[in-house]
């Protein structure tokens, strides 16, 4: 079994919904494509330090979103927050999932499509996004 991990420090950002010009072509918003191309170069010097090639073979995915508490909330609230009794609303799961596998494309795997199964979770904590990329050897 194959494996790598790598991590980006800050808060997550989940994929952006498509814009368009006045023409009608579609195209990502700047913030969601700077951070693809942030988790995209976590990714490659992880595989690099690992000497791996992206795999043609099925993967699995596990991602940990951790967002930071708001400084505005109570100390009971915050308390809760690091219990793991209130869990972080925006943005949507499956919209990190989208941004870390866009990322990952071409990186730890050739295409997204190999994705078998994934296990996201998100919670409060230190911010940061953690990914891990298994696969059969």
Known sequence: MARVDFWLTGQPVGKGRPRFTRQGRA?????????????????????????????????????????EIPKSWSKKRRDAAVMGEVFPGRPDIDNIVKAVLDACNGVTFEDDAQVFRVMATKRYGDPMILVTVEWDE
């Open 27 to 67: 195209y990502t918003p700047a913030k969601t494509k700077a951070y693809e191309m942030k988790l995209a170069a976590a990714a490659s010097n992880a595989m690099q330090e690992l000497k791996l090639e992206p795999t043609t073979k099925r993967c699995e995915v596990h991602i940990l979103a951790q967002f």
